[in-house]
């Protein structure tokens, strides 16, 4: 078992105006899963990208758009999205606050 803080955490620096801890790894002894936490500056978004693994997202705080290849959705605190693998998506704030998700 592993109890931490996020902020226990290093920061990684992503995409301009992005940053990400990753929580929980396969060094932690998780075989299947990663949990990262993930802040994007406001008037910052993440590069639009793809992988071959879905995301589960959990928006934390702050507004943004997420953009995918089916269209766009605006999302804020407590919004739940999932992501499919090899879609191309990207998350980008609007307004004043930062956008923070698992």
Do not use: Q
């Not at 301009?16 to 993930?38: Q, S, Y």
């Not at 406001?42 to 590069?47: C, E, F, I, L, Q």
């Not at 705080?61 to 605190?77: D, F, H, M, N």
Request: glycine share 8%.
């Amino acid at each position: 078992m592993k109890v931490s803080k996020v902020k226990d955490t290093p920061p990684k620096e992503g995409h301009a105006g992005a940053v990400m801890r990753e929580v929980i790894t396969d060094k932690d002894g998780a075989p299947n899963f990663a949990m990262r936490v993930i802040e994007v500056k406001a008037g910052a978004s993440t590069p639009s990208h793809s992988h071959n693994w879905e995301h589960e997202v959990l928006i934390l705080s702050g507004r943004a758009k997420v953009k995918g290849e089916k269209g766009e959705a605006e999302i804020a605190k407590d919004s739940v999205i999932y992501i499919p693998p090899n879609e191309h998506h990207c998350f980008e704030t609007i307004g004043d606050e930062p956008l923070r998700f698992v």
